[in-house]
């Protein structure tokens, strides 16, 4: 793990401090690393969700390629798709 040496400050209210304290209580955590996780997760998910991407001409005509290419299915997933569903029966 990356040494930690960068710092964020947070102004809160004191009910939201209570809220933050006693939820990170309840995880067997310091309010530091309880906000520090759930703030982490929050971003990589919502960097996850982004819909646009921007990239450069080479990059665009090398993915323009890729999607454009063939798919290859492999037998035993052609065998798995063409039968019936359990949720069809």
């Not at 690393?33 to 759930?38: G, I, K, P, Q, T």
Request: net charge negative; charged share 25%; aromatic share 4%.
């Amino acid at each position: 793990m990356a040494a930690k040496s960068e710092r964020l400050n947070l102004r809160l209210t004191p009910a939201q401090d209570t809220v933050l304290r006693a939820a990170a209580d309840a995880h067997g955590e310091t309010a530091s690393e309880y906000v520090l996780r759930n703030a982490v997760e929050a971003a990589q998910e919502d960097l996850a969700d982004r819909r646009v991407f921007v990239i450069d001409e080479p990059a665009w005509h090398e993915l323009q390629a890729v999607l454009s290419s063939p798919v290859s299915v492999p037998l035993p997933m052609l065998k798995l798709l063409s039968n019936p569903s359990v949720l069809e029966s």
